[in-house]
């Protein structure tokens, strides 16, 4: 499953040999949510990291287990994507030979990927803990005749299975040196079949781009207030995300169908929708409205399977950020309510029953993800309120079959 809020976009070739600027360090680097995007097939870290970031994420395993570390010791997080349908591989080599280097591997289209893995809910898909190998210049990674897909702490292979990937597909890699760092080291990603080259941009190409101008305001007094601000549609299977500013200025492709959506303590979250043209400059200006008991928000990009309570995976962005709503106003309590389709029916029990399924799928996502169940409620109303009684084509349907959120308190 995809997870559009938090994608990055994959731009290594397999045949690049100019190795991706190091960047320098911090301490948010320790962590799944401070993960380092890798944006070609060779990333060179100097640095020797230490210590496990802010949050020690993955502890208390048993040493025999197969897919763990026992615990973060030196870690650092990384994320990337496939850059077509291949096999990936990898190596992981040691500026110094005397490093003994581990690491696990994730799937990362995951809603609340890092909070999953913190809490064990999502496993990895390959790992390597064994002593490193001084003979092979202590290289560990993945390759094509590896056998296994986790490989234990001990004395063994330090090479794991390679990965079969789908274009866009999204992966965490946590990198760990088990003892004191000495140096840095290099990934050297590899693709079989070999990505094919990117598209020259023609001048006409060159020509069909836009400005988009984003500028966020409080809603009553017009004042410019800082955001987080997420953008998707403006860059294919990728959210771009941003933080820390009121205005915002991006180049894109024109034409281009855009949800905006912004976060920020102290105010109700909000999504903007804009549609596609070929107008040279594209302004939006995002309204927030300070968080108020009774204020309401319509999750309308939150859609669910025909009479289901699945979520489809395009609903993946509203649910993430209304849990980082809750996450950055932690005093907020509020009501999920569950709407239906249902139009020339009565209110029947199963409207309601459907209804009250789908919100409860909104209230266990949230409770998976660590919030207090003291925060949250949910409810079922059936058909009683369609946004339209008698809707007159698809997407008015679809607006009837919505999930909206009620602040009760803060």
Not at 245 to 251: A, N
């Amino acid at each position: 499953m995809r997870l559009p809020f938090i994608a990055i976009a994959f731009l290594g070739l397999g045949n690049l040999v100019l190795a991706q600027s190091p960047i320098g360090l911090t301490q948010e680097n320790g962590d799944c949510t401070g993960a380092i995007v890798i944006a070609d097939s060779i990333y060179h870290q100097s640095q020797a990291v230490r210590g496990f970031g802010n949050k020690l994420e993955i502890k208390e395993n048993p040493m025999e287990d197969l897919q763990w570390f026992e615990r973060e010791h030196h870690s650092t997080w990384y994320k990337f994507r496939s850059p077509s349908d291949t096999r990936i591989t990898f190596e992981i080599i040691p500026d110094n030979i005397e490093d003994d280097i581990d690491f696990l591997v994730f799937e990362g289209a995951i809603p609340g990927i890092c909070d999953k893995i913190a809490s064990r809910q999502v496993q990895p898909i390959r790992s390597n803990i064994s002593r490193n190998d001084k003979s092979n210049r202590s290289i560990c990674g993945l390759r094509m005749d590896a056998p296994d897909d986790f490989v234990r702490s001990g004395v063994g292979s330090s090479f794991s299975r390679a990965i079969d990937v789908k274009k866009g597909d999204l992966l965490y890699l946590v990198v760990d040196y088990q003892d004191r760092p000495l140096a840095g080291y290099t990934i050297h990603f590899h693709y079989d079949p070999p990505p094919p080259p990117e598209p020259v941009e023609t001048e006409a190409e060159k020509k069909l781009k836009q400005q988009l101008l984003i500028n966020v305001v409080d809603a009553a007094t017009g004042e410019p207030i800082e955001t987080n601000l997420t953008i998707d549609g403006m860059q294919f299977d990728k959210v771009v995300e941003a933080k820390g500013k009121s205005s915002y200025m991006y180049e894109m492709d024109a034409y281009r169908n855009l949800k905006i959506g912004c976060v920020r303590k102290g105010y109700m979250f909000q999504t903007v929708k804009v549609k596609g043209t070929m107008d040279p400059t594209v302004k939006v200006e995002v309204r927030l409205t300070p968080i108020s008991p009774g204020a309401r928000v319509i999750l309308d990009d939150i859609r669910f399977v025909g009479n289901e309570d699945k979520v489809m995976r395009q609903s993946e962005a509203s649910m993430l950020m209304l849990l980082r709503f809750l996450q950055e106003n932690a005093k907020v309590k509020i009501e999920v309510e569950g709407h239906v389709n249902g139009p020339t029916f009565k209110n029947k029990k199963e409207f309601v029953d459907l209804s009250t399924a789908r919100a409860k799928t909104v209230y266990d996502f949230l409770l998976v993800n660590d919030v207090e169940p003291g925060r949250i409620s949910y409810v079922g109303l059936g058909n009683s309120q369609m946004l339209y009684p008698e809707p007159k084509n698809k997407e008015q349907s679809e607006a009837n079959r919505r999930v909206e959120i009620k602040v009760l308190g803060m």
